[in-house]
């Protein structure tokens, strides 16, 4: 059963910073993240309204015309609109991913400052004109998350035996991504076609806001699919890759995909929480030891990032063909 899978976890006591709550809702990560690596967070202290705003905004830029949408296309990184059909997940370890995403997205990260534009991998945000709400939404919704994210870490620390502090020089400045999505109906899918095909996150921890409609599907262990518990007001969150290297693949990323069977539109609103560009990741020591050596070198998280735009994005492909 989903529910016994991945569970539903109530932040209430951590929030409050109760004693011990720390350590419980820890013990509690590390067993989930042990297994399917996915959980529902309940009382997480983000408003509905807000959430609700966002898919309204979302919907409203879905739903103009494409030329409008096109003249926000990503470019050098991904920032803006990608088209229906743009990206193909190459870096699947489960499944041979040979057909594009069913899906639209529309990426927004932290607006910069005038500084940080001269960083690598920093852009700004690609804003669609005429949409105050739009951007006033999602400005919003991407504070709050990063917030709640952040204060989530002492709880993954404490998951891998680490003091609360642990994460805080390689979160400094958190690569985070807010990316809309909307997938066409599936009822008669093609084979090997998905809404976005089987997958890892790439980052460190990834917060999905409930969507109205299903769609999310998690492979378990013994490779059978799993929907989440649909359960209003509440996050579907996953470990991702990072994570996965900071453990020694103790909480290895869980593969999913997203299979749209309504006859209706779908939206999704998923925040991606990763390191700072510069933070290099490195296999915690409560995690290697005798006969259990690190299974992975260092890795500036920016350097990742590069290699995987690369493989997943035909355009990326281009780029590095031709440079």
Not at 13 to 35: F, H, M, N, Q, V
Not at 92 to 100: C, F, L
Not at 164 to 171: G, I, S, T
Not at 241 to 268: C, K, Q
Request: proline content about 7%; hydrophobic content about 40%.
């Amino acid at each position: 059963m989903a529910d016994d899978r991945i569970p539903l976890i109530d932040l209430a006591e951590y929030r409050s910073s109760a004693p011990g709550a720390r350590e419980r809702l820890g013990e509690t990560i590390a067993r989930t993240a042990e297994d399917t690596g996915f959980m529902l967070l309940a009382n997480h202290g983000i408003q509905a309204s807000l959430i609700n705003l966002v898919f309204a905004a979302a919907a409203a830029f879905f739903d103009r015309e494409l030329d409008f949408k096109l003249h926000y296309k990503i470019g050098d990184l991904n920032i803006g609109y990608l088209p229906n059909g743009a990206q193909v997940v190459r870096t699947s370890t489960i499944n041979v991913n040979t057909k594009s995403n069913l899906s639209e997205s529309f990426y927004i990260v932290r607006d910069p400052t005038d500084k940080e534009l001269a960083q690598p991998f920093i852009a700004p945000n690609r804003w669609p004109e005429g949409m105050a709400e739009f951007r006033a939404a999602t400005t919003a919704y991407f504070g709050a998350m990063q917030a709640m994210a952040h204060s989530m870490l002492p709880a993954f620390a404490a998951a891998l035996g680490l003091g609360p502090d642990y994460f805080n020089a390689d979160f400094h400045d958190p690569a985070c991504t807010l990316r809309l999505i909307r997938y066409p109906a599936q009822p008669a899918r093609a084979e090997n076609t998905f809404g976005f095909a089987p997958h890892i996150d790439t980052n460190f921890v990834t917060f999905l806001a409930q969507s109205a409609l299903p769609g999310l599907e998690v492979r378990t262990q013994e490779g059978a699919w799993l929907r989440p518990p649909s359960i209003p007001g509440t996050f579907v969150v996953n470990t991702a890759e990072m994570l996965g290297r900071y453990s020694n693949d103790r909480f290895a990323p869980t593969p999913h995909r997203v299979i749209n069977s309504n006859n209706a539109l779908r939206h999704a609103i998923p925040f991606f929480y990763g390191p700072s560009n510069d933070a290099v990741i490195r296999v915690v020591d409560t995690c290697t030891g005798p006969g259990n050596p690190a299974r992975y070198e260092p890795v500036r998280y920016i350097d990742h990032r590069r290699r995987l735009n690369i493989a997943n994005f035909a355009h990326r492909q281009k780029q590095a063909e031709t440079a």
